[in-house]
């Protein structure tokens, strides 16, 4: 494949509703940068991408595509990385077997997905669609750690505007449901090595030992946890909560990550599924083997499979009938809890529930309190205590509260997001041990078949560099800090014992505080609801789920989120928000042709590129567009230009028109270059002469379907088409 030059900044191509938006925004973005000299280039990191980019040998040479992702995952290695990351699909099985046929129908001869290799070659086919599945992008890119924040004015647009919040009354049923043991948290085990070490995973059982994993390599420093959740605690745990919601007359609910954490939370999401339908699973557990059910992909698989049998339809008519009511995705379709293990994302899920009022829909489709299950109880106090807080008190008012930033340990597969090449479903009872290659057992426990262990770890430059970013926050901000830890946790302990000393080396000690997640949840939320900020300093699973938690109180949304992540290198990456890729927002364009995502996480990351370019390369060019980036974002929040969620108002391309036409103003109106204020000038000038006809053309199309050729792989003609649906504004852009 030919080497690409490397452009100025590159911005991230990827799937669903930020991928829409894009074909609307990027070409503005060009158009803009290109005055000033900057380059803005795409790489594709979409869930089509990165499978046409696994099979070559399978595609035509027309039909190929290069390895952006690895492309990236260097790039990001070196102080060169300025990059726009947006984001992408974390595919779940069932989203991985659709795009698979997608692409299939569209002519590309790559294989089917392998659900139960067996020849050597469907081995080959499924580990190379094991590399693209769950989260496989964000941990190759995110070389550095965390820093998400509310940009000002986003706070304080929301603090002027505030959104509405559903009501919490104290005797609410709500609950959190987690396991008091058997978990991942109370079986952790974890050491800090004093020297590099080469270490492998093995398995002892009566015949012998099998090698689970080996050629691990850790540097000096790395703090290696171990720890496993028992599958008979596991059920006996959801057996007697589905049990238990029964008799609160509430809705069950399950909240895991199936997506980031790719190996073990498809597991326990199929659990849940067996427990559920229990009495199906031992009357029909061999047919519906034989008609290829696996659990692990969820209900809708497990019907879609069994349909055609008549008595086990009925036995899951009857079994459903005689279980507590299920929190469902979409009460309209049907689509329960259960159906699709990517479908209810914990990190979402609860703030959304929680900023209800503790509500989620019903199959009724009607709001209901109810038990939120989430089995392991490393991070489930974070959820319980917050709703403990708001039946305490009362739901958190938007327009006085303050604000809970995030400073998160991420860098190079930090902690249980980096665990999912060791983390394995143990097949036999046995003892794993994880041993160093000078023979010590570092780690070692007694499994069962089924148990799920898990191996996770954090080197020391990493933890370092995540403590000096906490340091020059606090610094910068003189905001309460807290370093969300718990001592009486294995990995946490380590952690502490590393954290505190550079505290006090650097004399701030007294600067920063040190609590529980649950203590840490109380004391931020009482910090906020009194108006004052706080940082939250966490590992890699809080930085994922605080950074949905409190931007969905606070603004409503996760995608109005600043997250730059300092890379270690030197670089900079920049991503879009903190929430997802929002499908729901793809089916309304396609029904509607109205796109309701946000853009104002793009506008953010965008302004940053530029300031970072204009430092890195002292480049004053990119310094004038960051600043009128920034200037033009402001206005979209002080106008009221965001999309609306309906139908025949504006959209995501009218917030890009009026995003244009900021920008271009800020620039017309700048006096530190002359040449680009007169560039600008008549853009300026000719976006607000066509404001009525460019609206106009944008608010036409509104109302029927659109059509873009394709959900995973679209046709980029016809998105081009359905995005930029505006001569006017075309013609003014270029
Ligand atoms: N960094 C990354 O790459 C991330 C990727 N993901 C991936 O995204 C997919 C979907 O995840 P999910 O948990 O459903 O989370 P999403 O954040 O996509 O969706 C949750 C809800 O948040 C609202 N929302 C999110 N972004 C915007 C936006 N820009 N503008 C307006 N509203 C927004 C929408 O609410 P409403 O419907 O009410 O408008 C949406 O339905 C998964 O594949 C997941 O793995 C998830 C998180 C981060
Ligand atoms: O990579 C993923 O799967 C999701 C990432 C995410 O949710 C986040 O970083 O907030
Ligand atoms: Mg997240």
Known sequence: ??????????????????????????????RFAAAADITVGTRDISLAGRILSTFPDKLSADQRVSDDLAELGELVKTPEANVIK???????????????????AQGYDIPDYPSEPATDAEKDVRARYDTIKGSAVNPVLREGNSDRRAAAAVKSFAQKNPHRMGEWSADSKTRVAAMDGGDFFSN???????DAAKAKIVLETADGETVLKDGLSYPAGTVVDATYM????????????????????????????????????????????????APVFEKFGAEMDALGVSPNSGLGDLLERVKGNADIMAAIDETMAARPPMYMVDSDRGITNLHVPSDVIVDASMPA???????????????HDAACVIP????????????????????????????????????????????????????????VKMVLDDGTVLHQHSVEAGDI??????????????????????????????????????????????????????????????????????????????????????????????TDLFPILELATSAKMLSIVKLMQGGGLFETGAGGSAPKHVQQLLGQNHLRWDSLGEFCALGESFKFLAETKDNARAKVLGETVETATQGILDNGRSPSRKVGEPDNRDSHYWFARYWAEALAAQSDDAALAAEFAPVAKALAENEGKITGELAEVQGTPADIGGYYHADP??????????????????
């Open 717 to 734: 003609a016809k998105l081009v088409a359905v995005m930029r649906p505006s001569a006017t504004l075309n013609g003014i852009i270029g």
């Open 376 to 431: 392991d109880n490393s991070y489930a106090p974070v959820y319980d205590e917050a709703i403990k807080f708001f039946k305490a008190n009362g739901k958190l008012n938007p327009a006085t509260a303050g604000t809970v930033q995030n400073i998160g340990l991420m860098a190079q597969k930090a902690e249980e997001y980096g665990s999912h090449p060791t983390t394995f479903e143990i097949p036999v009872n046995g003892s």
């Open 188 to 194: 952790e085990k974890s050491a800090t090595l004093a």
């Open 1 to 30: 494949m030919v080497n690409k030059t490397v452009p100025d900044i590159i911005y991230t191509k990827v799937d669903e509703a930020p991928e829409l938006a894009s074909a609307s925004l990027l070409p503005i973005i060009q």
């Open 86 to 104: 947006l984001p992408n699909i974390s595919a779940s099985v069932p989203q991985l077997l659709a795009a698979v046929s997608e692409l299939q």
């Open 453 to 546: 262990w898990r191996s996770a770890s954090a080197r020391k430059a990493p933890i370092e560099d995540w403590v000096n970013l906490a340091i020059a926050r606090q610094k910068a901000t003189g905001y309460r800090s807290i370093f969300w830890l718990d001592a009486a946790r294995a990995h946490d302990a380590e952690l502490i014992a590393m954290v505190k000393p550079i505290l006090e080396a650097q004399g701030v000690a007294d600067k920063f505080e040190i609590m529980t997640p649950r203590d840490a949840t109380r004391a931020s939320l009482e910090t906020i609801t009194k108006g004052e900020n706080t940082i939250a300093i966490t590992g890699n699973v809080l930085r994922d789920y605080l």
């Open 353 to 367: 529930l929680i900023r209800a009022g503790g509500k989620g829909w019903g199959p009724d489709n009607k709001e």
């Open 230 to 277: 028992s599958a008979a605690a596991l059920d006996a745990f959801l057996a007697e909560e589905i049990e238990k919601t029964k008799a609160e007359g509430v809705l069950f609910s399950m909240h895991l990550k199936a997506t980031m954490m790719k190996v073990s939370d498809p597991i326990i999401f199929g659990h849940a599924v067996k427990q559920f339908l």
